[in-house]
């Protein structure tokens, strides 16, 4: 996919590399494909970037946005990231500035775990609100019910909440769901294929996806160099560290 398609798609700036845009609009061609007349539920909208490809599709028959507009959240890197002066407006002003129609977008402000079950359920989710792993899971446990039994998870920062994903999977299985994960290569996303979804030719939208176990085995160390980089200082000096090493874990011996 070429550089000038994605962004025809992508006018407004968002929190994600082409690599990720263009698995975004794999998925939104997949629902096009066996769901015409999808609805499609986000979880972390920021300015609206990952929502413009879905308002102009017209397959896509509705949007919910959930988003903890406007806070400081906690994230796995370590640091605390500031959405102030973000609001719901603000976002829709932005999306009327690059001409989108949000006649079939709605939007709730706060947490998912605050919001009354809404009667329609979703065929597509992408969750990218707070980047910890207990916020992520939680976002996925409650857009469950939401979501149709043949349906599809989308997550971003996917290293960042690699440890959610083993969480989400390992629940999948104990609640003997049929689901198929895929990382998406060189990209910070990856997704869920719930029920039929998860016996589709997948190859026929997406590349081959990245082994699972060294997808989490990479993203510990992505999350520990953030965490080392934002919140440790070398000596009583206020310098962060220069460069260091993450050494793979150690078997100590549990007793003597």
Known sequence: MSTSEIARHFPIESQSSDRDKAFLLSAMRLMGDVAPGYDYLEIGSFLGGSLAPFLVDPACASILSIDERGK??????????????ITTQSMLDRLHQAGLATAKLTTYDGPIDTMALPERRYDLAFIDGEHTDQACFRDFLWALPMMEPNAAVLFHDSSLIYKAIRLIALYLRKEGRSFAFLKHRDSEMSAVFLGRFAQLDLGRYFEAGEDRDEFYAASEVTVLEHSIRNRVRSGSGAEPLGSFTIDPPKAVKAYY
């Open 72 to 85: 400081t959240l906690p994230d796995e890197r370590g640091a605390l990231f500031d959405y102030a002066g």
